[in-house]
């Protein structure tokens, strides 16, 4: 693949029943030595947030990669090919899954006679990447994609405080505007009280980012939603969840992205109603 070729495609694939545990992407890219005819491919990343394993993901799998085709088809009916989709799936799980990343393996075809029956059997591989799998330290890629998958990892193991997540030589590498994004996240999900939050902010040595921290945590801390009754707790989880979610499509659509704080002053009915109109918008 030429890496630099990436393009974002318009639109999701996956069931409406599973957009709560579910989110994907879809990119263009050039492939090499694929022969006269066929030099574009896709690249399908499938967010798995389930977490429980699910035997028939493969199937499910290929009904979103038969969408795809279906889409690029009604775009290009003069197509006398399909193009290559290479499915990758992340899994956001605690305990790595018994799942076998390969459509063929629903079947549980006879041993010693698979070859009689391959010919009737649609088969695709997928690559399946399990944080559960992955040490901190492991995880790699672009600041932002690094520290995002170190979120999502500490999220179900319940270290969102540890210091994977808070490693200020990572933290100093992010963009201006992704900082508040992540801590939205953190604060948003993690059931904290204002002395624990209060506590990690005074060990951050970067004064940047400590301010930025700590003007993201009064939010939650002046509105109640850190400490107090469980209502107040679980709404201030979904705020922070609606504000990352919004703030990514604004992006994903090319939108100037809302700042946080802007945001954080709308009522939930509010947030939940512009994160549906950007994912129409999107699909």
């Known amino acids: 693949m030429d890496w630099s070729s990436l393009a974002l495609q318009p639109g999701s694939y996956i069931d409406d029943r599973f957009r709560a545990s579910e989110s994907d992407l879809l990119y263009r890219v050039q492939l090499s030595d694929m022969g ?3 030099s574009d491919g896709f690249v399908y990343l499938l967010f798995e947030h389930q977490r429980q394993e699910d035997r028939w993901l493969a199937l499910r799998l290929l009904g979103y990669l038969v969408r795809i ?30 799942v076998a990343p390969r459509f ?15 010919q009737f059997v649609p088969e695709f591989v997928f690559r399946l990447v399990e944080l559960a799998g992955l040490r901190f330290e492991e995880i790699a890629g672009t600041p932002l994609g690094i520290l995002t998958l170190r979120v999502l990892k500490a999220e179900r193991t319940g270290d ?23 801590l939205h996240y953190i604060f948003g999900l ?18 940047a980012i400590r301010k930025t921290a ?21 709404e201030g989880r979904q705020e922070g969840v609606l504000i990352g979610r919004i703030q990514v499509l604004q992006s994903l659509l090319g939108k100037k992205e809302t700042p946080a704080k802007v945001l954080a002053k709308q009522s939930l009915a509010r947030l939940r109603a512009l994160q549906a109109s950007l994912e129409a918008q999107r699909r």
């Open 190 to 207: 993690a059931d904290l009280d204002t002395t624990t939050i209060e506590q990690k902010i005074r060990t951050l040595k970067t004064i």
């Open 69 to 98: 085709w279906d889409r690029i088809l009604r775009q290009s009916p003069q197509a006398d090919i399909l193009p290559i989709v290479i499915p990758i799936v992340l899994a956001q799980n605690r305990r790595k899954w018994a």
């Open 160 to 182: 969102l405080m540890g210091e994977a997540v808070w490693d200020e030589a990572l933290l100093r590498k992010l963009e201006q505007t992704h900082l508040p994004r992540i």
């Open 36 to 38: 006269e005819g066929q």
């Open 214 to 234: 700590m003007t993201v945590a009064e939010q939650y801390i002046q509105k109640g939603r850190v400490e107090g009754r469980e209502a107040g707790r679980n």
């Open 104 to 118: 063929r393996a629903l079947f549980g075809l006879p041993v010693g006679k698979e070859s009689v029956w391959t």
